[in-house]
Every structure is written in C-alpha cells, then in structure tokens.
C-alpha cells in the first residue's frame, strides 16, 4: 500500500494488495515478516513444536495452517483501500517461526523461553501460534520476567494440571498450568478455566479446584451461556491477563484437527463471542495451541484458528485505542492546569 505520507516507524509489505489472495509472502494475513521489534505493536510468533504430546502429533504444523488459513481473513475490503479492523490501530508484524525443534524437550522448553524473553521486553504482545500446550509454559516464564506473574484465561478441554509422574522428566502438554502455578507464574485464584470435559479431565477436577482455579466446565457452560460465563470471568481476573487457548476447547464438529478431541464442547461461535468478551481486559499475551493439521478436514480448524487470531488483534487494538485516549486525556489535563492557576482572583471594587 502506497501513501503520500507514509506513517512512521510502519512497514508495508511491497506486495501487500497485489496478487490473488493465495499467493504472495507466507506471513500471517500478509502482515510484514519482520524481527525489528521497532515496528511493532504486536508480533505474530509461530512455535512449531509437538514434542510435548501423548497421544496424536501433528501440532508442529499449526503455525502454517494457520497463516495459510488466513488467505480468508482480510486486512482491507479492496485493493487501493484502507486498512480496517485491528490493523487501523495496531502495527502488526509477523516474526516468523522460533527455532525450537529440538527432540530434546528441556533444552526446547528453555529455548522458547530465551527467544520469546526480548519480545515482552519491548513492551510488544506477543500472539503466539503453536504448537501443543507445552509451549505456554515457557511462554508464562518469558512473560513474568517483564510482567510478573498473571491472571490465566484459559480455553480447553483439559486443565493441564497433571502433575508430573516423574519429578525428573516434568513436561508435556498435560502439565504446563500445574509447573506454572508452581513457579509463581500465574496467579491461581485470580484465574478462570473454560470448557473442561471428558472422562481424562474428569479425573483431577477435584485438584485443580482444591488449587484454586475458578473452574467452568463445559456442562457448566451449557447453563451459563456465554453471558454469565463472562461474568464470572470479568469478577474474578485481574492485570495482567494472559490468554491461552487450546482449539480442542471447540466441539470436534467446529475443530476436528487436533491432537486429543473431547465431544460435547463449545461451537465456534461460542468461543468467537466468548473472547470478544475479553474487551478491556490487560491482555499481555496470548496464544493458540493445538492445531493438527494432517487430522483436519477441509481446513476448518485452521481457519477458525486463524479468526480466533483476528479476535485477539481486535482485543489488543481496543486496549491500545483505549491507552491512546487517557493518554490524550492526561495531557490535556496537564495544558489546561496553568491557565487555570493563571485566572486572576475576583477583586473587591475600589
């Protein structure tokens, strides 16, 4: 996209409105590929890596389905036109894939945390694509160097609070939220759990209320709706927020390509309009996990995914809309205070 006064410190990819929508740079929704922090409200981070799983991999090709899905998602209604939606207000770059495929799944999970560390730093939010849910435990740890620990928002059939059977080999998908409450990561008490069901989950529900977690389980959420669910969501979080969310949290009707599907869960729109209730909320960071693409069927996990992605921008483009608005408030705050200390005092006559 081309203007007559470029805005400054944005990168515009050259081909960004040029081409059929299959074709063209392999980035999310075409957004720059870019590492230069500088440019960037929020990074798109792809970490392909499945190392973590017991059951079916497949999840180290989630961050690819998902930035190919998102030939459906539009940044513009037309050629020559204005950006719209997240992308008016937010300077999104893609930051491509971390190299993390190592087979050896400790040095993997420190590496992860080494990479995504500078991306917080910066004072960026990261939107990271996995990947199975081991990834959010270094995820947590980069995050709390910055932030501290966080209120945790999570989406998921299963709580992954399992403690681990081998106190010398703690780490796959079932226990990153068991490690990370350990750690002092999250902040159990403040953190709400949305969609859990199933015979496997069913087995430690009673530890992970005993923990602390605020706990809706998908039959819950039936009686709920999304409405009360929110309600309780927004009594009990507090900043910062992190969101996680697991695509199996999704009725395998909606999300079919994932590594471990439980039935009976949410319908994609459930999920859509439960994270656009997150609106105003001091999301730091966020991920997407779980996406097996070689057990998908024509591509609709991927593409409800990728529009899961689109939900988190619209969120961190109305936190930042909101922030650009105190801050504008505060300095007109801060311009009118002299005039008002120089307004004469009202004098008796002479």
Known sequence: MTTDQPEPERLWPEEWQRGPRFSGAYSFMRVPLTRDLRFADVAIVGVPFDGGVNHRPGARFGPRGIRNATAQVRAHPMPGD?????????????????????????????????????????????????????????????????????????????????????????????????????????????????????????????????????????????????????????????????????IDCADPAYAPGTGTPEVAGLTSRELVQLVRGLRGLPIVGFDIVEVAPPFDQSEITALLAANLVYEFLELAAALKRGSNRRATSNRAGRASAPAARRRPRNRPAS
């Open 82 to 246: 204005p950006l719209w939606g997240p992308l008016e207000t937010l300077r999104v770059v893609d930051y491509g894939d971390l190299d993390v495929s190592s087979p050896y799944i400790a040095y993997a999970i420190d590496k992860m945390q080494e990479l995504l560390a500078p991306i917080f730093a910066a004072g960026v939010t990261p939107i990271i694509l996995g990947g199975d849910h081991t990834i959010s435990l270094p995820i947590l740890r980069a995050m709390a160097q910055t932030h501290g620990p966080a209120s945790l928002v999570h989406f998921d059939a299963h709580p992954d609070f399992w403690k681990p059977t081998d106190a010398s080999r703690p780490y796959h998908h079932g226990t990153p939220f068991r490690l990370a409450a350990d750690e002092g990561l999250i902040r159990v008490h403040e953190s709400v759990q949305i969609g859990i069901r199933g015979s496997v989950s069913g087995a430690i529900l009673h530890e992970v209320r005993e923990a602390g977690f605020h706990m809706i389980t998908a039959d819950e959420f039936y009686e709920l709706g999304v409405h009360g669910a929110l309600e309780r969501l927004h009594r009990v979080v507090r900043p910062p927020v992190y969101v996680s969310l697991d």
